[in-house]
Nanobody, 116 residues
């Protein structure tokens, strides 16, 4: 069974930065694509950013030019660099991966709170 473990969340002031990590128990090549989602209280889970096996990236409009998704195959880790954070970015952030058989895997989530 594949495991995804997130880390890097926490409390940050508006305008600050955080880097989230998602480490997989298998090679990242096992995944056709990987994504970061987030879910704020009372809201549906939303897609934040995605990266394909070939490295193609896409972002939600709300985070474009502020967040950067990347992956380090050697470290089996996907990252989300978040800059210029604002209170609307407060949410639980989840990493997700889908393998080539279209099986879905989720991490346990990491809390990001943006507040002064």
């Amino acid at each position: 069974q594949v495991q995804l473990v997130e880390s890097g969340g926490g409390l940050v002031q508006p305008g600050g930065s955080l880097r989230l990590s998602c480490t997989a128990s298998k090679r990242l090549a096992s995944f056709a694509g990987m994504e970061w989602y987030r879910q704020a209280p009372g809201k549906q889970r939303e897609l934040v950013a995605s990266i394909s096996n070939g490295g193609v990236t896409n972002y939600a409009d709300s985070v474009k030019d502020r967040f950067t998704i990347s992956r380090d195959n050697a470290e089996r880790t996907m990252y989300l660099q978040m800059n210029s954070l604002n209170p609307e970015d407060t949410a639980v952030y989840y990493c997700h991966g889908q393998n080539w058989f279209r099986d879905d895997f989720w991490g346990q989530g990491t809390q990001v709170t943006v507040s002064s």
